[in-house]
């Protein structure tokens, strides 16, 4: 890494009193972490997200619990990867065999909602019975999740407080950063005047972000096609990763996918090219909970 400029030392002074930005403590010779999550929502994403509940949807989600989560499974085994995966309780009480077969392996299990609801509007009570529904569901399979994941990517108002209340460790929703991690303020939104900020949250933020999530570049949704080339895909994560590995140090880079998507076989393809050009460079690969307890402010 360079030597910083002035001006670059004048911004990172900015850019502190802007959020709280942590960064990693990596392994001895490695420049950056790269997680791979996978958001097993099988039905409940259509179910719920999508108001679809015929058999044609449900199979989509069949597939990725049948198929999908198989094929990662063995493809992260193959490579020695132990990944995340945020998983909603309808998922694991429809399928428990697989789910319990995801933790066995090693894998790190994190709440997903129960059956993938979207809380931006929800009243606090509703949001928290749901939030403990979820976490008494990965009870069943001695899971008490330190991670927490929004369906869909989205927050409430109250979202943030009952991480907190609930002794989450951390959250993967938020897109306030890209490399590095952070604590939250809570943003209240003024349309007449600038926005303002809260306290930094305890929880700390593992950023995502859409470009990084493979649902949108590649599901099928009616009117709202994604169905890219999976080279597309390649192309955006590994720029991605290639300007972390030159432009940042102690990060991260946090790809999202889901079985019913990812595991599909063009798709899973590129996610093994992707993975072999990565892993050769200097990168940590852990699950996302490892990577939070190596955060510092």
Request: glycine share 8%.
């Given at each position: 890494?360079?030597?910083?400029?002035?001006?670059q030392k004048h911004m990172d002074?900015?850019l502190?009193?802007m959020?709280?930005?942590?960064r990693l403590?990596?392994?001895?010779?490695?420049?950056?972490?790269?997680?791979f999550s996978?958001?097993?929502?099988?039905?409940?994403v259509?179910?719920?997200?999508?108001?679809?509940s015929?058999?044609?949807?449900t199979?989509?989600?069949?597939?990725g619990?049948v198929?999908g989560v198989?094929r990662?499974?063995d493809l992260l085994d193959?490579?020695?990867i132990r990944?995340t995966?945020f998983i909603?309780?309808?998922t694991?009480d429809?399928?428990?065999?697989?789910?319990?077969?995801i933790?066995a392996r090693g894998?790190e299990?994190?709440?997903h909602?129960?059956?993938?609801?979207?809380p931006?509007?929800?009243?606090?009570?509703?949001e928290e019975?749901?939030l403990l529904?979820?976490?008494?569901t990965l009870?069943?399979i001695?899971?008490?999740?330190?991670?927490y994941?929004?369906p869909?990517?989205?927050?409430s108002p109250?979202t943030m407080?009952?991480?907190?209340?609930h002794?989450?460790?951390?959250?993967?929703?938020l897109?306030?950063?890209?490399?590095?991690?952070?604590?939250p303020r809570?943003?209240?939104?003024?349309?007449?005047r600038?926005?303002?900020?809260?306290?930094p949250?305890s929880v700390?933020e593992?950023?995502?972000?859409?470009?990084l999530d493979d649902?949108?570049?590649?599901?099928?949704?009616?009117?709202?096609?994604?169905?890219?080339?999976q080279s597309?895909?390649?192309?955006?994560?590994?720029?991605?990763?290639?300007?972390?590995?030159?432009h940042?140090?102690?990060?991260?880079?946090a790809v999202c996918?889901?079985?019913?998507?990812i595991?599909?076989p063009?798709?899973?393809t590129?996610l093994e090219?992707?993975?072999d050009?990565?892993?050769?460079?200097?990168v940590?690969?852990?699950?996302?909970?490892?990577?939070?307890?190596?955060?510092?402010?």
């Amino acid at each position: 890494m360079e030597q910083k400029t002035d001006n670059q030392k004048h911004m990172d002074k900015i850019l502190e009193n802007m959020q709280k930005t942590g960064r990693l403590q990596l392994p001895e010779g490695k420049k950056m972490a790269l997680s791979f999550s996978f958001d097993f929502d099988s039905s409940s994403v259509w179910m719920e997200s999508f108001g679809k509940s015929s058999q044609v949807y449900t199979s989509r989600g069949e597939y990725g619990a049948v198929v999908g989560v198989p094929r990662i499974l063995d493809l992260l085994d193959r490579r020695g990867i132990r990944a995340t995966f945020f998983i909603p309780g309808h998922t694991l009480d429809t399928y428990p065999e697989i789910c319990r077969e995801i933790a066995a392996r090693g894998h790190e299990i994190g709440h997903h909602g129960y059956v993938h609801e979207d809380p931006t509007f929800l009243p606090e009570e509703e949001e928290e019975a749901i939030l403990l529904k979820g976490l008494e569901t990965l009870d069943k399979i001695g899971i008490r999740p330190t991670g927490y994941r929004s369906p869909g990517f989205d927050f409430s108002p109250n979202t943030m407080k009952l991480l907190e209340k609930h002794g989450f460790r951390y959250d993967s929703s938020l897109m306030g950063n890209d490399y590095y991690p952070y604590c939250p303020r809570y943003c209240t939104v003024n349309f007449d005047r600038g926005n303002t900020f809260g306290d930094p949250s305890s929880v700390i933020e593992m950023p995502v972000s859409w470009y990084l999530d493979d649902f949108p570049h590649s599901e099928f949704i009616m009117t709202r096609t994604g169905m890219k080339p999976q080279s597309q895909i390649f192309e955006i994560w590994k720029t991605h990763f290639d300007y972390g590995m030159a432009h940042t140090e102690n990060g991260m880079m946090a790809v999202c996918m889901h079985p019913q998507v990812i595991g599909r076989p063009h798709n899973l393809t590129m996610l093994e090219e992707f993975m072999d050009y990565a892993l050769t460079k200097e990168v940590w690969s852990a699950p996302l909970a490892e990577m939070c307890e190596r955060v510092r402010f």
